[in-house]
């Protein structure tokens, strides 16, 4: 039984964008709007469906048909979420340097988390600690979870 492919758009939409590109991703056109949308890094579901909501746009419509200024729009109120969204639902509270609620996206988001397990790591709390050696952070268990290398168990003779 030969599986059947996903079945490329029709030959009389001229418009479909194969590839979009938002906040400095590339985007699968062929997804729907809230699955493409989580595709950026930042991006959740919760965010994604009030992105969507707000931009008014079918959830369920490939990403790929959009036309130009609606996908101009979802990048403003994807950049700009912040503004708009509660201050509970940002990825970025009470931020450590400015204090203010942010939301990042993309490297951003890398970059900072990086820096945030650095001066954990350098001013020798707990957490960095655990960080620093590889063990788990947040009170998980680790006598029989997350090793690594040979297992450990009974030994027969």
């Not at 709007?33 to 991006?43: M, P, Y």
């Not at 996206?105 to 001066?119: F, S, T, Y």
Request: charged residues 30%; contains cysteine.
């Amino acid at each position: 039984m030969a599986k059947a492919k996903k079945e490329a758009p029709k030959a009389e939409d001229e418009n479909f964008n194969f590839i979009v590109r938002i906040a400095s991703s590339d985007i699968d056109g062929h997804k729907k709007t809230i699955i493409g949308l989580q595709s950026i890094k930042g991006v959740g579901a919760r965010v994604a469906h009030t992105i969507a909501h707000k931009a008014g746009i079918e959830q369920s419509a490939k990403i790929g048909t959009l036309s130009d200024e609606k996908v101009k729009e979802i990048e403003n109120l994807v950049l700009t979420y912040v503004e708009y969204a509660p201050s509970w639902a940002v990825n970025r509270q009470m931020d450590y340097e400015s204090g203010a609620d942010m939301h990042l996206i993309g490297n951003d988001l890398e970059m900072v988390q990086k820096d945030d397990v650095n001066r954990m790591k350098m001013i020798r709390c707990y957490r960095g600690i655990r960080h620093e050696t590889h063990h788990k952070v947040r009170g998980q268990r680790t006598r029989s979870n997350g090793r690594k290398g040979l297992t450990l168990g009974v030994k027969k003779k």
